[in-house]
């Protein structure tokens, strides 16, 4: 039995050193071309200099009680005052209306409902001021969020400064990396996408533009962190800028100078480049993950994760624990395999192009994971998770597209009084090429309509023609991320 045990660990040993030469060999190749994986090479640079956006009192409001200004977590979590940021809401909640209903969707070619807000807020007088009668629904909203006025205004002057949000980067357990502040932000460009809507329909278009702005602004102000989940949160702030965009173009009341400084704000971003670097600094950080569980077997952090136990159970969970190093530094091999195999041959950032081929390759393997025999709990466990905000950054960069190209539309129709015949028209004066579809490469899709106004659009995620119609996901009211096309049309006059 003595001799069996030690045959038995010089085997384990044998197969560790093994696992280990083979995982450096691994990453020496990937170092050597020019590939970073390690994640402190993500983490964004310190701010320099006393004015820190994310300093500012009403904004560190939003973490200081789980974060102190150097980023180490605080424990247990304390409330220190009120979290003044996360208050800058449209209800108490931040999300009105189910599935957003009274919410604009410029996708599916819907304004705000002003009319609904005016009603809810004359519900709550406790909550926000309301005029004895009702007025003009744009009017009454106004006065309801007037109460955010001076708060906004302290927003829109501290976000001329850098911004860094001071969060735990030297958290040993990446799974317990914490952004405190992320909802906040969002409430915050919810709440000024109405107030846009709202000061469109009452006259006050230069206040409904530097809403619009600062909403651009707040949006960057995560820019740099290197996680999925500030990314997929930027981009929900932006589509808060762009229905406003939308709606005072379906309305024709942005001046030629606005329209310019919007397509300015959306040529700086590039959702392709963003999904390239956020999957590299998300490899790294999950690589980093396994190495956290190989030297300490602490599996409660992870055990958080909504899939722990779908890959996991009690009896891999205890296997892990025991499990040899092998195991682990294989587990790390697999999942960079995974993101060269899968992730990253999604986007070609240079040529602005999607692969559908890649995207349908990502899509089939992730329902295999998920559904099929798990040979490497950990590699597949974390790379099962990517493909739900992978469409996201597609669909993105379209909307992106779609709002510049139909910024130059609107402008050639004030100056030549219609639509042109095809997107051709708007080079060199309007556009410096014309707009090519991020999935396939062809021209978006236009043509004029018989009311006198245009529908254009990208194919979707999917890469198929479906003539311009959305797809709605079954018992909701919002758009579905993986079908369908992606549309930028006016309501009907």
């Given at each position: 039995?003595?001799?069996?045990?030690a045959l038995?660990?010089a085997?384990?040993?044998?197969e560790n050193?093994r696992?280990?030469?083979?995982?450096?060999?691994f990453k020496?190749?990937?170092l050597?071309?020019?590939?970073?994986l390690d994640f402190k090479d993500?983490?964004?640079a310190q701010?320099?200099?006393?004015?820190n956006?994310?300093f500012?009192?009403?904004?560190?409001a939003?973490y200081?009680?789980?974060?102190?200004k150097d980023?180490h977590?605080i424990r247990?979590h304390?409330?220190?005052?009120?979290?003044?940021l996360?208050e800058?809401?449209?209800?108490?909640?931040?999300l009105?209306g189910?599935g957003?209903?009274?919410?604009?969707?410029w996708?599916?070619?819907?304004m705000t409902?002003?009319?609904?807000w005016?009603a809810?807020?004359?519900?709550?007088?406790?909550m926000?001021?309301?005029p004895p009668q009702?007025?003009?629904?744009a009017?009454?909203i106004l006065?309801?969020?007037?109460k955010?006025d001076?708060?906004i205004?302290?927003?829109?002057?501290?976000s001329?400064w850098?911004s860094r949000f001071?969060?735990n980067?030297g958290?040993e357990d990446p799974?317990?990396?914490l952004?405190?502040h992320?909802?906040?932000l969002?409430h915050c460009?919810?709440?000024?996408?109405l107030?846009?809507a709202?000061?469109l329909?009452?006259?006050q278009?230069?206040?409904?533009?530097?809403?619009?702005?600062?909403t651009f602004r707040l949006?960057?102000t995560?820019?740099?962190e290197?996680f999925?989940?500030?990314?997929v949160?930027r981009i929900q702030?932006i589509?808060s800028?762009?229905?406003p965009?939308?709606?005072?173009?379906a309305?024709n009341t942005?001046?030629?100078?606005?329209l310019m400084?919007?397509?300015?704000?959306?040529?700086k971003?590039d959702f392709?480049k963003?999904y390239?670097?956020v999957?590299?600094?998300?490899?790294?950080m999950?690589?980093?993950?396994i190495e956290y569980l190989?030297?300490t077997?602490d599996?409660s952090g992870?055990a958080?994760?909504?899939?722990f136990?779908?890959f996991f159970?009690a009896s891999?969970?205890?296997?892990?624990?025991?499990?040899?190093?092998?195991?682990?530094?294989?587990s790390e091999?697999?999942?960079?395999?995974?993101?060269?195999q899968?992730?990253?041959?999604?986007?070609?950032?240079?040529?602005?192009q999607v692969?559908?081929?890649a995207a349908?390759?990502?899509?089939?393997?992730?329902a295999?994971?998920r559904?099929g025999?798990?040979n490497?709990?950990?590699?597949?466990?974390?790379?099962?998770?990517?493909?739900?905000?992978?469409?996201k950054f597609?669909r993105?960069?379209?909307?992106v597209?779609?709002?510049?190209?139909?910024?130059?539309?609107e402008r050639y129709r004030?100056?030549?009084?219609?639509y042109?015949?095809?997107?051709?028209a708007?080079?060199p004066?309007?556009?410096?090429?014309v707009p090519?579809?991020?999935?396939?490469g062809?021209?978006l899709h236009?043509?004029?309509?018989?009311?006198?106004?245009?529908?254009?659009y990208s194919?979707?995620?999917?890469?198929?023609?479906?003539g311009?119609?959305?797809v709605?996901?079954?018992?909701?009211?919002?758009?579905?991320?993986?079908?369908?096309d992606i549309?930028?049309?006016?309501?009907?006059?």
């Amino acid at each position: 039995m003595l001799c069996l045990a030690a045959l038995v660990a010089a085997a384990v040993l044998e197969e560790n050193w093994r696992a280990a030469r083979e995982w450096e060999q691994f990453k020496t190749a990937r170092l050597a071309r020019g590939e970073k994986l390690d994640f402190k090479d993500f983490v964004p640079a310190q701010v320099t200099g006393a004015s820190n956006f994310a300093f500012e009192p009403l904004v560190a409001a939003s973490y200081e009680g789980v974060l102190d200004k150097d980023g180490h977590e605080i424990r247990p979590h304390t409330n220190r005052g009120v979290n003044r940021l996360l208050e800058i809401a449209v209800d108490d909640q931040g999300l009105y209306g189910e599935g957003g209903r009274s919410h604009g969707n410029w996708l599916l070619g819907r304004m705000t409902d002003l009319a609904s807000w005016q009603a809810y807020y004359r519900t709550l007088p406790d909550m926000f001021a309301v005029p004895p009668q009702p007025r003009k629904p744009a009017q009454d909203i106004l006065l309801a969020l007037g109460k955010h006025d001076r708060a906004i205004e302290e927003l829109r002057e501290a976000s001329k400064w850098p911004s860094r949000f001071p969060l735990n980067y030297g958290e040993e357990d990446p799974a317990r990396f914490l952004q405190p502040h992320l909802l906040a932000l969002k409430h915050c460009t919810t709440l000024l996408e109405l107030r846009a809507a709202a000061e469109l329909r009452n006259e006050q278009v230069d206040l409904a533009f530097q809403d619009v702005m600062l909403t651009f602004r707040l949006a960057d102000t995560i820019h740099s962190e290197p996680f999925i989940d500030s990314q997929v949160s930027r981009i929900q702030m932006i589509q808060s800028a762009i229905q406003p965009i939308y709606e005072g173009m379906a309305s024709n009341t942005w001046s030629d100078d606005q329209l310019m400084a919007f397509d300015a704000a959306l040529a700086k971003l590039d959702f392709l480049k963003d999904y390239e670097w956020v999957m590299r600094a998300d490899r790294a950080m999950r690589m980093s993950q396994i190495e956290y569980l190989r030297r300490t077997r602490d599996f409660s952090g992870v055990a958080n994760n909504s899939d722990f136990a779908h890959f996991f159970g009690a009896s891999a969970a205890s296997f892990y624990r025991m499990a040899p190093r092998a195991c682990f530094y294989r587990s790390e091999r697999e999942l960079a395999s995974l993101y060269e195999q899968f992730v990253l041959p999604l986007v070609d950032a240079d040529r602005h192009q999607v692969s559908s081929a890649a995207a349908g390759k990502l899509e089939a393997r992730s329902a295999e994971i998920r559904s099929g025999p798990v040979n490497d709990v950990l590699a597949r466990m974390f790379f099962s998770v990517l493909f739900q905000p992978t469409p996201k950054f597609v669909r993105e960069q379209a909307c992106v597209d779609l709002t510049r190209t139909a910024i130059a539309l609107e402008r050639y129709r004030r100056a030549n009084h219609e639509y042109p015949a095809s997107l051709d028209a708007l080079v060199p004066q309007f556009a410096d090429h014309v707009p090519l579809d991020v999935v396939d490469g062809k021209p978006l899709h236009y043509r004029r309509e018989d009311n006198g106004r245009f529908i254009l659009y990208s194919v979707g995620w999917d890469g198929r023609d479906d003539g311009g119609t959305m797809v709605i996901r079954k018992g909701t009211s919002v758009t579905d991320d993986t079908k369908g096309d992606i549309v930028w049309r006016y309501p009907s006059p």
